[in-house]
């Protein structure tokens, strides 16, 4: 049988892989691990979605969104014609046109 000690460590060392897998630091989120999903011009934006590249819905409701220096934004921050990176979902892309996603974690950049 495994002690209250042996199962505390044993979540500890759970949550600090999973906060390295994904680069998340209790300071605050940080900028995922993997190749971004997207990357391209946003066409247009509105409440809940980006419109990027002319080809990609992307639903922002829950996403994390930074500028080039990582500071929080918020939608009104993303203007049409930004440059952006965008991680999906678990890199769920629905193959419809045009594609839907759901992003996790978007990046404004002024150069891609």
């Known amino acids: 049988m495994l002690s209250s000690a042996k199962i505390r460590s ?3 060392f759970l949550n600090v ?3 390295v897998k ?3 630091s209790v300071e605050g989120l940080r ?3 993997d190749t971004p999903d997207i990357a391209g011009e946003v066409y247009s934006v509105e409440e809940q979605w ?4 002319g080809e990609v ?3 922002i409701t829950a996403a994390y969104m ?3 220096e990582e500071k929080q934004l918020v939608v009104k921050d993303i203007r049409e014609g930004d440059n952006v990176i965008v991680w999906i979902v678990e890199s769920e892309i629905i193959k419809t046109y045009p594609a839907l996603g ?3 974690y978007i990046q404004r950049k002024n150069e891609i």
């Open 22 to 24: 994904n680069e998340r």
């Open 31 to 33: 900028r995922p691990l």
């Open 66 to 68: 930074v500028d080039e």
């Open 102 to 104: 759901t992003a996790d």
């Open 57 to 59: 819905y992307v639903d």
């Open 10 to 12: 044993w979540f500890s």
């Open 17 to 19: 892989s999973y906060l």
């Open 50 to 53: 980006l419109f990027i590249n």
